[in-house]
Structures are given as structure tokens and as C-alpha cells.
Nanobody
Framework: QGQLVESGGGLVQSGGSLRLSCSVR????????MGWYRQAPGKERELVAV???????NYADSVKGRFFISRDTGKNTVDLQMTSLKPEDTAVYYC?????????????WGQGTPVTVSS
């Protein structure tokens, strides 16, 4: 617990921007993937954006061109810059990391940070 700590959520108007940050308290060099998921009320948790092997990125179709994921190995953070926010982006956003140590795979989740976009 406590290996991933999110910050930056809040209330924003439609069309606005927010930047989420995840403090990673695990060796980032051991992480195969880092990313952000979200879960809206009454819906399943869904992938928003992910960085794989520190290089390639994938985004959900619904956020392509509006959200941008980045990581900073010096600061041990993975951030999600969200622009042109829409009411349908309202959800709790979770930081995620996958660690591979040999044949063992460990998944880590943050506690979540709420984002509310008003129309």
C-alpha cells in the first residue's frame, strides 16, 4: 500500500484542463507499464492511457488528442495532462503500475483521485 499516490483531481468546467500526477514509490526501472484508469459511477473501470516499457503509449479512443501521459524518472512520477475536458470525463482516476520481476508480475493501484467536469 502507498506505492502509488495520486494528486491533482478536482472540479473543472467543460473545456478546461487538469493535470494529474502519480508519485511512484517503486523502482521505475522494474515497471513494465504505468498508466491511468478511470471509473465513472455505475460503470466499469477503463483504461485511459498507458506507457509501456517506458516508450510506447496507448490511449482510449475517447481521450485521444485531448489527454497526454508522461513520466519523469528523475521525479518518479507519471502524469496525465487532460485538456478539453468533457462532462463524460467525470470519474475517479486511478494510477496503475505493472511490475515484472522475473516470472512474477505485481500490479499496483493508487487510491484514486476524483475528477468532476461540469457542463
Amino acid at each position: 500500500q502507498g506505492q502509488l499516490v495520486e494528486s491533482g483531481g478536482g472540479l473543472v468546467q467543460s473545456g478546461g484542463s487538469l493535470r494529474l500526477s502519480c508519485s511512484v514509490r517503486i523502482s521505475m526501472h522494474s515497471l513494465n507499464a504505468m498508466g491511468w484508469y478511470r471509473q465513472a459511477p455505475g460503470k466499469e473501470r477503463e483504461l485511459v492511457a498507458v506507457i509501456i516499457s517506458g516508450a510506447s503509449t496507448n490511449y482510449a479512443d475517447s481521450v485521444k488528442g485531448r489527454f497526454f501521459i508522461s513520466r519523469d524518472t528523475g521525479k518518479n512520477t507519471v502524469d496525465l495532462q487532460m485538456t478539453s475536458l468533457k462532462p463524460e470525463d467525470t470519474a475517479v482516476y486511478y494510477c496503475y503500475a505493472e511490475q515484472r520481476l522475473g516470472v512474477n508480475v505485481n500490479d499496483y493501484w493508487g487510491q484514486g483521485t476524483p475528477v468532476t467536469v461540469s457542463s
